[in-house]
């Protein structure tokens, strides 16, 4: 289970929550300055609810840890916490074996709703380069969390 953090930062528009090391969990919070990793732990409680994406890689052992964490929100031990949704980031290029594609289905169900995004070798490489110049998924990836994080 992910610890829960001690103080609470209000005004985050999102926590961009990793489930395990590797999980590109600052890489996706760095794709809007207004962003922030949460750094493997749920957000404090705060008076409103915090706004949550969880993120893994497609690897085993990312998505059985995806698995755990969303089976740990799901059993509301983080009633805090409005989860948005998970984002599947690849672990390598090329399309999933099957029987991770299966996991991945799996493990996607317990989630309000999925992205998947493919490698992104820049990423690996440390690079940053410029929304417009990612992968579309990526792109729509950001789109609908604005829109899901903007205020009503």
């Known amino acids: 289970m992910l610890p ?65 964490v969303l089976t740990q929100w799901a059993s509301r031990t983080v009633p805090h916490i409005e989860l948005l949704g998970l984002v599947l980031m690849a672990d390598a290029p090329g ?16 989630a309000p709703r999925t992205w998947s995004l493919p490698w992104v070798e820049a990423w690996r490489l440390g690079q940053a380069p410029a929304l417009d110049d990612l992968p579309r998924q990526v792109r729509r990836l950001v789109k609908d969390l604005v829109s899901l994080t903007a205020p009503r």
């Open 95 to 110: 399309r999933l074996p099957r029987p991770l594609r299966d996991l991945s289905k799996l493990v996607a169900g317990g």
């Open 4 to 68: 829960i953090a001690a103080r609470p930062v209000p005004g985050v528009p999102l926590w961009v929550l990793g489930a395990h090391g590797g999980s590109g969990e600052s890489t996706l919070a760095d794709l809007d300055d207004r962003w922030r990793a949460a750094g493997h732990w749920w957000p404090a409680p705060c008076p409103q609810a915090s706004p949550t994406v969880l993120v893994t890689r497609t690897s085993s052992q990312g998505l059985m840890r995806a698995r755990a």
